[in-house]
């Protein structure tokens, strides 16, 4: 790979350790992928933030860069493995949270923005049209490419955070024009009426369309919150972190309909839904917010649970941005939701906290909350927000 002057000298320590470290890792990935070269970045994602996917060995990286190392660019971080204020009524160990806490530590010595979110593009990290960037999570990534038309490969915890103590990361891969070429076409013959049904669209699409880039066409309109929830699991089922949807998406215009098609009907959705929903009645566990909880979403559960009390041996929990419960505070969404019962998990989520044995069975509007919560050993069911909080108040699916 071809390097500057300036960044041979990176390569050679005299920005200090970090700087020299992130190089070595950038110019490593780079040669493995074809990278002719390193491009600047706008903007940085980091994964790898949940002390419990990290352990002790993760923590030494993280402050052994910490010592010398300050980012280059605007870098926000992944949810962590619990509410950095109220871990406590998530029932999370003292223990836990004080490495959680040396962790985001660390993080904040680099100049890190302690913002821990999957939806970064909800709080000010932002990137425009054909902007290059790194992020890590792979909702935001495919959020990122396909809905804003940015570019970015699913990077992983240390090279984002390379990127962002370099402010450059290796060119090849979604940043250059021809592998962003769509080769599926996707057509969709089916209507959707509730959020949930676009996270089992992404599943019918990735199983179909595996490690491909589709091209959708037959959807009529989309919001913010669908195209969020669709881009979390059409990524986590298969295909790779990049879709257009004709007269929606940006570029959608410009390509060419891929010759291979496949078509999803009535009955693809229904057997997502199958395939995610396991047969049970009694819910412990209603986690909403897979991507992180929008205002509007917050909106939402308000009108569903006010008046109501979520059912004693049920868990609530409304995942979000502390940005947006910050919102949520102050248009008094909050205390509604806390009157009930439900409880805000703000900078964390269902995947990253440690869950494991405590819930039986989750509620949730998510296919990708499904996804990572069997791994959790949880059953999963999977419905409308409506259904969810209905889940809550009874302790049961479907009442
Ligand atoms: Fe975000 Fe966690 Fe879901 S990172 S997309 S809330 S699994």
Redesign the pocket.
């Known amino acids: 790979m071809e390097l500057t002057k300036q960044e041979q000298a990176m390569l050679n320590g005299e920005e200090g350790y970090a700087v020299r470290k992130s190089l070595e890792i950038l110019v490593a990935l780079g040669e493995i992928f074809g990278a002719k070269n390193l491009i600047d970045v706008g903007s940085v994602q980091v994964s790898g933030v949940s002390y419990h996917n990290l352990g002790d060995a993760g923590l030494e990286f993280l402050d052994s860069l910490a010592k010398d190392g300050k980012v280059k660019v605007l870098t926000t971080l992944?949810?962590a493995g619990m509410d950095l204020e109220n871990w406590r009524q998530l029932g999370i160990t003292a223990e836990f949270a004080e490495k959680q806490n040396l962790v985001i530590d660390a993080f904040q010595r680099m100049g890190i923005l302690v913002s821990c979110t999957?939806t970064p593009y909800l709080i000010g990290n932002l990137p425009l049209y054909s902007e290059h960037v790194a992020w890590s999570?792979s909702?935001a990534v495919t959020f990122a490419n396909s809905v804003l038309g940015a570019r970015t490969n699913r990077e992983g915890g240390p090279s984002a955070l390379a990127a962002a103590f370099v402010g450059k990361t290796p060119c090849y891969g979604l940043h250059l024009n021809e592998n962003r070429v769509p080769d599926v076409h996707v057509k969709v013959e089916t209507e959707f009426s509730k959020l949930s049904d676009w996270g089992a669209l992404g599943y019918a699409i990735g199983k179909k369309a595996e490690n491909k880039i589709p091209y959708i066409t037959g959807i009529k309109t989309a919001q913010l919150d669908e195209l969020k929830s669709f881009c979390?699991s059409t990524v986590t089922y298969g295909t790779k972190p990049l879709f257009y949807i004709k007269n929606i998406t940006p570029g959608s215009d410009q390509q060419t309909l891929p010759k291979e098609t496949v078509t999803i009907e009535v009955s693809d959705i229904k057997n997502a839904y199958d395939s995610i929903n396991d047969n049970i009645d009694e819910i412990d566990f209603v986690c909403v917010?897979?991507?992180?909880c929008s205002i509007k979403e917050i909106q939402e559960i308000v009108n569903l649970i006010q008046g109501k009390k979520v059912k004693e041996g049920t868990e609530l929990w409304v995942?979000t941005s502390r940005t947006v419960k910050q919102l949520a505070d102050k248009r008094g969404y909050t205390v509604t939701i806390e009157t009930a019962g439900g409880k805000f998990a703000c900078d964390t989520?269902?995947?990253?906290a440690p869950l494991e044995g405590r819930f039986k069975a989750l509620a949730t509007t998510?296919a990708?909350?499904c996804f990572?919560s069997r791994q959790n050993l949880m059953k999963t069911k999977m419905g409308s927000m409506k259904e969810c909080i209905e889940a809550a108040v009874s302790g049961k699916w479907g009442n």
């Open positions: 992944n949810p999957c999570e909702s979390a917010g897979c991507p992180h995942a989520c269902m995947a990253v998510s990708k909350g990572y």
